[in-house]
């Protein structure tokens, strides 16, 4: 796919309202695209809107339930007057706990919104990019081939991405449609910085016997967590390795990002 076609074109933002989307769909507009993107809700919405970013071209698609969030993705499509050029999808969560004590609930939700919430987009828009030379964009995580105590849930849902990432870049590959990961270390986001809180309440919602069994790992990784906010990269330096891989004529099939990669 060529810079042209690409800037002719609507390149969908999935996740546009967290740290590095915002800072993607920020560079993608000043540098002449045209984007199209996702919030979680409207109160990410709206803050998008009081940041100077045009209503027109953002919507509401919550993967809690990914059906839902693709009804909400086509809709958005049929609305668009350009041809989608491009996906990029950015959306995340990281809960963390014990895979003894975590409720399976927590597991299912994760896997919604991390994995199969991407296989959904895949499928809602391949047709659209097989007809317009685009490729896929998915941003995965360090986490992704490197597992750690307490994060389970969500390195489980990266390690699924690779392996999803990894067979539709071979299925969509005889139409030149490219399939990308960037693979990110620490980022200084709020889901990032707010780790460590979410550990000490993790830690608190354990009876003694899980203090007792799990204490020691989440010391070990409230430290990690706070190493990591020292070495994190900033979300606009992972935004620019996506519109690298957005610009480049062939892509890399793994973008790895940041210091601790």
């Known amino acids: 796919m060529a810079v042209t076609s690409a800037r002719s074109g609507k390149i969908l ?3 546009a309202s967290g740290g590095v989307g915002r800072c993607l769909t920020r560079q993608l507009l000043d540098g002449g695209y045209h984007v199209i993107g996702s919030a979680l809700d ?8 009081k940041d100077g970013f045009d209503a ?11 059906d839902a969030g693709i009804a909400q993705v086509k809709e958005a499509l049929t609305r668009s007057d350009r041809p989608l050029a491009a996906v990029i999808s950015c959306v995340g969560i990281n809960p963390c706990g014990p895979l003894e004590t975590t409720p399976i609930d927590v597991f299912r939700r994760t896997m919604e919104i991390n994995t199969v919430s991407n296989l959904a987009i895949y499928q809602a ?8 030379d685009g490729r896929f964009i998915f941003v995965g995580s360090m986490a992704g081939k490197v597992a750690f ?10 390690y699924a991405l690779e392996g ?4 539709m870049r071979l299925e969509a590959g005889q139409w030149g449609v490219p399939v990308t990961l960037i693979e990110p270390g620490a980022i200084a986001t709020p889901m990032v910085h707010g780790f460590a ?3 000490d309440k993790g830690l608190e919602q354990l009876d003694e016997e899980g ?22 990269v900033a979300p606009d330096v992972v935004a620019t390795v996506i519109v690298e891989a957005l610009e480049a004529k062939t892509p890399q099939t793994r973008y790895a990002v940041g210091n601790a990669v």
Do not use: E, H
């Not at 409207?42 to 809107?49: E, F, G, P, S, Y």
């Not at 203090?211 to 994190?232: H, L, P």
């Open 197 to 199: 809180a979410l550990l």
């Open 56 to 66: 027109a071209d953002l919507f509401v698609a919550n993967f809690s339930s990914a």
């Open 13 to 15: 933002v999935i996740g």
């Open 211 to 232: 203090k007792r069994n799990y204490g020691d790992y989440f010391a070990q990784q409230s430290a990690f967590s706070q190493a990591g906010d020292s070495v994190a």
């Open 164 to 167: 999803l990432a990894d067979t």
């Open 125 to 132: 828009t391949l047709p659209l990019l097989r007809n317009n």
């Open 42 to 49: 409207q109160a990410d919405l709206d803050a998008m809107v």
């Open 149 to 158: 105590p307490l994060l389970g849930y969500y390195a489980a849902s990266k």
